[in-house]
């Protein structure tokens, strides 16, 4: 699967967002308000959130489209094979039992016991 540079940043400031959210918060007392600061920090890693779930969520369906057009080209293959193993066994056939036929004549017609000869 290819990756763009692009994802892997997009995570890791997700992620360092909420990291330095998490060092610098403290417990807030009754009746205190998150900071200014503290609330655009949160605004952003809950905007980059969002965006890393879009970014999956469209990798996802990427990935679904591609199994898909993998299964309807294996189906189309196994199809032909059917089909041409088929054709073969419809041409095979007559000559196979005829073949066998011929064996079974050589079989009956030879001598019950067979004759040894002395060298």
Not at 60 to 70: G, N, P, T, Y
Not at 88 to 111: D, F, Q, T
């Amino acid at each position: 699967m290819r990756r763009s540079t692009a994802r892997p940043s997009a995570v890791a400031l997700a992620l360092a967002l909420a990291i330095v959210a998490a060092g610098t918060a403290r417990p807030l007392a009754a009746g205190d308000r998150p900071s200014e600061e503290t609330d655009r920090t949160l605004r952003e890693v809950e905007r980059q959130m969002r965006d890393v779930q879009r970014r999956l969520d469209a990798l996802a369906d990427e990935a679904r489209a591609r199994v898909a057009e993998r299964r309807r080209a294996l189906r189309r293959r196994l199809a032909e094979i059917e089909s041409r193993t088929r054709t073969a066994w419809r041409r095979m056939r007559p000559e196979l039992e005829r073949a066998l036929e011929e064996l079974r004549k050589v079989l009956e017609e030879r001598p019950s016991e067979p004759t040894l000869t002395r060298t």
